[in-house]
């Protein structure tokens, strides 16, 4: 974990509420992982809002990451109103990363709203592995739905003004039904119900499957004690989510 | 201007380097920054608390923001001293700054025994009690809200160490002087406060209250005039000295902890937004002190020129 500052050098408004930051940074460029996070610090002079917010880093390239961000409170509201040239105290990367290994071949991203946002990085990091990625989107309507730097993308809306009409875990269902299923892997980030649906599918087919959590943080580098996540094993209690993931395996997990 | 300030402060026979410490609960167990914290800037650490066995804590939520603080129920979640002593300590002892560990008890028996087991070993300074604990004997009252109790626990701690005792008062009562003289009669070295302030949150849009225990409590800037206030109310009632905590999140909120009567400081949630927070503080004292010409970072403490009106006092003596 690094503790710095970042430039913003470029912004990219894709809706109302939805934001690309491109953040220069190359101190965190050079260590960062597919599933990493960064907590930023959208106030510095101020202590309204007082803790930092936690974006996933959603793409590297040379000396810079971009961050997808959506705009739900105050504090997502004061990032979206910076502008290029405006510098960000960041600490980071933080977590876990993605696990990628010699287990599958295929890997099945599953994405609800703004949970895309670590699936670029890791499709790039996929694909020099030599994996196949297969994409699956959801969003509640068209201007939500973000699939910059994915691949093979399957996206669905919730109101239908785009691709499957419905949830992105009922496209997900209809495909595996007529796929061959050999050496799969999905990873999933998304609203908990969205990965609870997921958690019955992927049960029942007997798939592994990493999620991507998004637990409120107050620190995000473990000192706090606030991000718990439950695990199964109750021998085990409580694991950080900020520190023993943002990624678990679905199957180690209460959610 | 002076070339330097001498910043030292003694508790007994142990020397801290500083007077700036972390506090309890808000920086893990201090092994977690190690890539980035300069620790020989900071007076100590101070550890979460310790418990005899194991604590997995409250369910989430248990932390969420509020105006300019935190609300948190973490429930003293901790490793167990056992745990502590053999994946914490050895760590600890290479840091190079002094280690009081923080102890949390259900019962006055608990507090002694893992009293005595840290007493065992190297690498502990001081103990901070917090006393802000539910005594299960006691059908679940705080310990921290009684005098009675406080003296028992202290004069039990006192007799089965030669350290340093800090003893950490709640600010949940009606007169927390009367705490304070209890355990300084008892003979702790010090007394450290604010622990939180109980408050309470609700989403509105699902009617529930945002943490799963419903209540918790209340840290951060948001709390620094009343821990001010408490920390200057406590400092004219005992002669040991104060830590004051509460809110500190630049160099003149701990000044203004100093003037108003702390000997020494703790930074707390602060080190959530910056984890390097605490030594910006030390840095910062040391050149307020070097500007004013002051020799020593003790000649500020107590030091406000505050006429407080004779009636007041008597209500607090
Ligand atoms: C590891 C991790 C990675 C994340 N990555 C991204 C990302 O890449 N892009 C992005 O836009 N967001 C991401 N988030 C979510 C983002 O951090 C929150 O939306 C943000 O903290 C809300 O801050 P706010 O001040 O705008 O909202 P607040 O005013 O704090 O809250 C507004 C509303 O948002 C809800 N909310 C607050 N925090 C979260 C959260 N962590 N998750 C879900 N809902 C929340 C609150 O319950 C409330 O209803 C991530 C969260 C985590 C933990
Ligand atoms: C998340 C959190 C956990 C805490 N845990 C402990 C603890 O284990 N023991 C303790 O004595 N105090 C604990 N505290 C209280 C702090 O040490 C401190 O007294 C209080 O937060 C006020 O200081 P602040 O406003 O600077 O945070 C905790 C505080 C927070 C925010
Ligand atoms: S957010 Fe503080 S421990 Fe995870």
């Known amino acids: 974990m ?31 992982k597919a599933g990493q996070f960064v907590m930023i610090r959208v106030n ?39 502008d290029i040239g405006d510098e960000v105290e960041v600490l980071g990367p933080l977590g876990n990363s993605f696990r990628i290994d010699n287990t599958f071949e295929t890997a099945i991203l599953v994405a609800g709203g703004v949970g895309v946002a670590p699936f670029p990085i890791l499709t790039k990091e996929l694909r020099e592995r030599g994996k196949e990625v297969q994409t699956f989107i959801g969003a509640r309507t068209k201007s939500q739905l973000y ?102 395996f679905i199957d180690e997990i209460v959610l | 201007m002076l070339n330097t300030t001498r910043t030292t402060f003694k508790l007994r026979n142990v020397e801290f380097r500083n007077r700036v410490f972390v506090a309890s609960g808000t ?32 369910p989430p939520p248990r932390i969420v923001e509020t105006s300019s603080g935190v609300l948190n129920s973490i429930g003293l979640a901790n490793i167990g001293v056992e745990a502590f002593i053999h994946a914490k300590l050895p760590v600890l002892r290479t840091l190079n700054t002094s280690i009081i560990t923080n102890i949390a008890a259900s019962s006055v028996d608990e507090y002694c025994a893992v009293l005595e087991r840290l007493e065992s070993v190297n690498g502990v300074h001081a103990y901070e009690i917090n006393v802000s604990c539910p005594n299960v ?43 304070a ?10 007394v450290s406060l604010i622990n939180t302030l109980i408050g309470m949150a609700i989403d509105v849009h699902t009617r529930r209250a945002k943490l799963s225990t419903v209540t918790g409590g209340v840290s951060g800037p948001a709390i620094k005039p009343i821990a001010l206030a408490k920390v200057f109310e406590v400092s004219k009632a005992v002669s040991i000295p104060v830590f004051g905590i509460g809110g ?32 910006r503080i030390a840095d910062g004292i040391d050149e307020y002190c ?17 006429n407080l009106s004779n009636s007041i006092l008597q209500t607090w003596l």
């Open chain 2, 137 to 179: 004997k006691e059908g679940g009252l705080n310990f921290g809200t009684s005098a009675t109790m406080v003296a028992t626990i202290t004069k039990e701690l006192r007799r089965r160490t030669e350290k340093p005792l800090i003893v950490k008062l709640t600010p949940n009562v009606t007169h927390i002087a009367d705490i």
């Open chain 1, 44 to 82: 510095s002079h101020s202590i309204e809002p007082l803790l930092r917010r936690p974006f996933s880093i959603s793409w590297i390239d040379g000396d810079y990451f971009e961050i997808l961000l959506q705009v739900v409170g105050g504090g997502t509201r004061k990032l979206s109103e910076k």
């Open chain 2, 290 to 306: 070097r500007i004013n010409n002051i020799e020593d970072v003790g000649m500020l403490v107590g030091s406000v020129n505050a």
């Open chain 2, 181 to 190: 003289r209890a355990a300084a009669h008892e003979g702790a070295d010090a």
């Open chain 2, 27 to 58: 920086f893990g167990y201090g092994d977690e920054v190690r890539n980035i914290f300069p620790y020989e800037k900071l007076g100590g650490i101070i550890t979460k608390s310790l418990s005899l066995k194991p604590r997995a804590g409250n």
């Open chain 1, 2 to 32: 690094l503790s710095t500052t970042a430039h913003i050098i470029g912004k990219n408004k894709i809706s109302e509420t939805l934001y690309i930051l491109m953040l220069e940074c190359p101190a965190i460029t050079r260590s960062a």
């Open chain 1, 147 to 248: 699939t910059q730097h994915l691949v093979n993308c399957s996206v669905s809306t919730d109101d239908g003004t785009e691709g499957f009409h419905g949830t992105v875990v009922d496209n997900v269902r209809a495909y595996l039904e007529n796929t061959e299923m050999q050496k799969l892997k999905l990873f999933a980030c998304g609203p908990t119900p969205m990965l609870k649906a997921l958690g019955v599918l992927v049960h029942h087919k007997k798939l592994n499957c990493e999620v991507s959590l998004e637990t409120e943080m107050a620190c995000g580098f473990g000192i706090c004690q606030g991000c718990v996540v439950q695990l199964k094993d109750s021998n085990k209690g409580y694991a950080l989510a900020c520190k023993d993931g943002p990624n678990f």
């Open chain 2, 248 to 279: 500190i999140a630049t160099v003149h909120d701990a000044l203004e902890f100093l003037l108003a009567g702390a000997s020494a400081i703790q930074v707390g949630t602060m080190n959530f937004v910056d984890p390097l927070i605490a030594v």
